[in-house]
T-cell receptor
Framework: EAGVTQSPTHLIKTRGQQATLRCSPI?????VYWYQQALGLGLQFLLW???????NRGNFPPRFSGRQFPNYSSELNVNALELEDSALYLC???????????????FGPGTRLTVL | GNSVTQMEGPVTLSEEAFLTINCTYT??????LFWYVQYPGEGLQLLLK?????DKGSNKGFEATYRKETTSFHLEKGSVQVSDSAVYFC???????????FGKGTMLLVSP
């Protein structure tokens, strides 16, 4: 069974540009989560999508947004990039609310975003 | 709010030494607790979990016990290997919410 996949592996942008990151969940999973792993800040929750709806959002500005498609894959968009957006962005998937409130999240390998 | 505090690293050990990485948490209700491991250049892998007080999670020789009275979930291994070198994250998931709150991570370096 294929795991969570993310693309691209690396992304280099300049300040002010927009970045789009993609995530494909494990087959059968309906929930997708996005986390940011920035140097010195640890892992911080960004967004949670389930069944196409945004369910929860972390403490990030509105220029971080995303969506979930009918096939449950997801995009994370970061507008007006700033230097401090440089980080590893991790996507995770789970069975979603149908799997109970504490079901396990499986992580992808991440997208390394570098903002110059 | 929820928070997780881990001991700061790096933790440097020789092969076959005993490992303890401390983790304490603050949360409302009765969270589930997790340890994730991140090998160099890779994403996170679930190492073990515990969903209620006094549960012991175990995997690959690692163990952690959910201690509600001390709000702790310390990770232990009796004999570490060089291949255990990685960053270890303690995390919690609160009842009713499906997002994870992570500690800052502890780097483990094991030398031969």
């Amino acid at each position: 069974e294929a795991g969570v996949t993310q693309s691209p592996t690396h992304l280099i942008k300049t300040r002010g540009q927009q970045a789009t990151l993609r995530c494909s969940p494990i087959s059968g999973h309906t929930s997708v989560y996005w986390y940011q792993q920035a140097l010195g800040l640890g892992l911080q929750f960004l967004l949670w999508y389930d069944e196409g709806e945004e369910r929860n959002r972390g403490n990030f500005p509105p220029r971080f947004s995303g969506r979930q498609f009918p096939n449950y894959s997801s995009e994370l968009n970061v507008n007006a990039l700033e230097l401090e957006d440089s980080a590893l962005y991790l996507c995770a998937s789970s069975l979603g609310t149908s799997g109970g409130p504490r079901n396990e999240q499986f992580f992808g390998p991440g997208t390394r975003l570098t903002v110059l | 709010g929820n928070s997780v505090t881990q001991m700061e690293g790096p933790v440097t050990l020789s092969e076959e030494a005993f490992l303890t990485i401390n983790c304490t948490y603050t949360a409302t209700g009765y969270p589930s607790l997790f340890w994730y491991v991140q090998y160099p250049g890779e994403g996170l892998q679930l190492l073990l979990k515990a969903t209620k007080a006094d549960d012991k999670g175990s995997n690959k020789g690692f163990e952690a016990t959910y201690r509600k009275e001390t709000t702790s979930f310390h990770l232990e291994k009796g004999s570490v290997q060089v291949s255990d070198s990685a960053v270890y994250f303690c995390a919690l998931m609160n009842s009713g919410y499906s997002t994870l709150t992570f500690g800052k991570g502890t780097m483990l370096l094991v030398s031969p």
